[in-house]
C-alpha cells in the first residue's frame, strides 16, 4: 500500500505540480545534511517520516459484499485506514526558486480532496474507496516539523506537510450462505393454557349413569 501511495504522489507530482518535462527530480530521500551536500539538481523531496493508524475512520462490524443482482455473497471486516505523513521539500540554488516550487506544489494538492483514482495502483483500486489527501495542516500536539528536521540533522527549510490517508483491506472474506427463497412460516400457540380434557365417558352410580367431573364443573350444595 504505501509504495502505490509513493508512486500516486510522484505521478501527481510531476504531471500537475511540474509539468511534463521539467528538470526537477522528484526523490523520497531522507532529507539529511550530507543528502543536501551530494544534491547538485533541482529536486523535490516527499520524505514520509510517520506512520499511524487514523483511528477516527475505524469502523466496527462487518461489511456485505454484493453480486450484480445485489445479493450478498460474502461478508468481511471494513478496512483500516493509516495516515502517511509526508515532509515535502523543494532544493534548488536559489531561495526564490524553492518557494516557486513550493507554492506550485501547495496549488496542485489544494485541488485535489483525495488522490485521483486514475494515479492508483492496483492495490488501492480495488478497495473502492477514495484515498483521502489534506495538506499544510497544524501537526498533532505531539509532533513539531521543527523537530523532524532537528532529528535529520539538517537545517530547517520551509516546506509542506501532506497527509494520505490510505485504506488497507487485510482481513478474510467469509461466504455467505445460500440466498432465502421461501417465506417465514410461523405456528402460534398458547404456552399458558390448561392440556387438553378427554370427551367425558358417562360413570355408573345409584341413580344410573352420571358423566364425569370436568374441570370447571360446580359441585352442588
Known amino acids: 500500500m504505501i509504495h502505490e501511495v509513493d508512486e500516486a504522489l510522484r505521478d501527481l507530482v510531476r504531471g500537475e505540480a511540474l509539468g511534463e518535462g521539467a528538470d526537477v527530480e522528484v526523490v523520497f530521500d531522507a532529507p539529511t545534511r550530507e543528502w543536501a551536500a551530494r544534491r547538485n539538481t533541482p529536486t523535490v523531496n516527499l520524505y514520509l517520516y510517520d506512520i499511524r493508524e487514523d483511528l477516527r475512520r475505524r469502523s466496527r462490524g462487518r461489511q456485505n459484499i454484493y453480486d450484480e443482482q445485489g445479493r450478498v455473497t460474502a461478508r468481511t471486516l471494513p478496512p483500516r485506514y493509516f495516515t502517511l505523513s509526508y515532509l515535502i521539500s523543494a532544493w534548488t540554488q536559489r531561495p526564490e526558486d524553492e518557494h516557486r516550487l513550493l507554492s506550485a506544489l501547495l496549488a496542485c494538492f489544494l485541488r485535489h480532496s483525495a488522490l485521483p483514482g486514475g494515479r492508483l495502483g492496483p492495490e488501492l483500486t480495488a478497495t473502492g474507496l477514495p484515498v483521502p489527501v489534506s495538506i499544510a495542516l ?84
Not at 506537510?161 to 412460516?185: F, I, K, M, N, R
Open 138 to 221: 497544524p501537526p498533532p500536539e505531539d509532533r513539531a516539523f521543527a523537530d523532524v528536521w532537528s532529528a535529520l540533522g539538517g537545517e530547517l527549510k520551509p516546506s509542506l506537510d501532506v497527509v494520505v490517508s490510505a485504506p488497507v483491506t487485510t482481513a478474510p472474506v467469509y461466504p455467505a450462505g445460500p440466498p432465502v427463497e421461501e417465506g417465514l412460516a410461523v405456528d402460534l400457540s398458547d404456552v399458558h393454557a390448561p392440556p387438553a380434557t378427554p370427551a367425558s365417558v358417562p360413570v355408573p352410580g345409584p341413580r344410573g349413569p352420571r358423566r364425569a367431573r370436568r374441570p370447571g364443573d360446580r359441585t352442588g350444595a
